[in-house]
């Protein structure tokens, strides 16, 4: 059932007392409750493994280790984003409709037209999109230093998905580092102090904005149309559900936490694919294992179960039968008189 918060608004939660950039919003993590679903993607997003969840008395809570530099890397793997960054956020503030955009890590030198986060790979391929799709028709240009190597911050993999996301985006510029890697330990250096330059700030969750949805996924494909680039556009998660094997007690639409597969009181079980997170969870509390993960099926809501209902001939209960079989019993009896027989045929075959 989704998360109604009481309070107007909240406010995240640094991951670490040093580092005041990185923030964590409760109340939209699939790992607190009140809904404590099992959700890893920040933890393994994070190349150095400074993530952990804490439990305790309250509820969990989630921290980052020393070992976190600051590199953001957790951020855009959320897909809730019930991680937020400080310094994205008042980069999206900033960004003027029209204008064009240039980025740099903290290893490129400035330039008096380029702006700066602390990681590049803090944005995600939706505040790519919308970041493109906001400076069009002027482009999005990434100052990448030597191309991120030797950065403790990129991947160490030959595949790196996120440089691949960032190239169908914006223009990739490989530049020479002129400063060595360091942490992002503090939220204002002396030098922005000089300059005027206000330490980051997260801003404030509203109570309406503050349950697990999938913004990124929606984010994504808004700036993909507004681009007319269907290479931009993310890849939906879709369903597929075997009526047959279904008995429609409705536990997959109860352990969603965005209502993307939901039943109405008539028994039918829709579900929308831009609402869906692609937790897995409807998947794994299925007893039947009825619902399968498939390709995007489009980006329209549809029904995987029909309302169509009738009542058991032998135990009475409501069930959806299958159109091809015309079955007047329901799975569960047709699957106990099986056995029956099974175990007869054992005792007297």
């Not at 028709?137 to 996301?165: F, I, K, N, Y």
């Not at 869906?276 to 489009?298: I, N, R």
Request: glycine residues 8%.
């Amino acid at each position: 059932m989704p998360h109604r918060d009481t309070h107007s608004h909240r406010t995240p939660s640094p991951l670490a007392p040093w580092s005041t950039s990185l923030g964590w919003v409760a109340s939209r993590c699939l790992q607190a409750p009140p809904h404590p679903l099992t959700c890893t993607r920040c933890l393994d997003a994070c190349p150095v493994d400074a993530l952990a969840f804490h439990q305790h008395g309250d509820g969990v809570s989630l921290l980052a280790s020393d070992a976190c530099h600051g590199c953001g890397q957790c951020v855009p793997a959320c897909p809730s984003e019930a991680l937020v960054s400080a310094e994205v956020d008042a980069l999206i503030a900033k960004q003027v409709e029209g204008e064009s955009l240039r980025l740099g890590c903290h290893r490129v030198t400035e330039g008096s037209n380029q702006h700066r986060l602390h990681c590049l790979r803090a944005l995600g391929p939706d505040l790519l999109a919308w970041l493109a799709a906001r400076a069009a028709p002027e482009g999005v240009a990434l100052d990448l230093p030597h191309g991120c190597r030797d950065c403790p911050a990129a991947l160490t993999d030959t595949q790196d998905d996120w440089r691949s996301a960032a190239e169908a985006l914006a223009t990739i510029i490989d530049t020479p580092a002129r400063s060595d890697f360091r942490a992002a330990r503090a939220a204002v250096s002396r030098r922005d102090l000089l300059r005027g330059r206000p330490a980051p700030r997260f801003p404030p969750i509203a109570a309406d904005d503050a349950a697990p949805k999938a913004r990124r996924l929606q984010r994504q494909k808004a700036a993909a149309e507004a681009l007319g680039d269907t290479r931009a556009a993310p890849a939906l998660p879709g369903l597929s559900l075997t009526t047959d094997a279904c008995l429609a007690h409705g536990v997959c639409a109860r352990v969603c936490p965005t209502e993307a597969l939901h039943e109405t009181q008539g028994g039918e079980l829709g579900f929308d694919p831009q609402a869906c997170l692609g937790c897995g969870h409807c998947l794994t509390a299925c007893p039947e294992g009825a619902l399968a993960s498939v390709e995007s099926m489009g980006k329209e809501a549809v029904t995987l179960r029909k309302s169509r209902r009738i009542d058991c001939f032998q135990c009475g209960r409501p069930f959806t039968p299958n159109d091809f079989e015309g079955a007047s019993t329901c799975p569960a009896c047709r699957r106990e008189a099986a056995l029956m027989q099974e175990s007869f045929d054992d005792l007297f075959g």
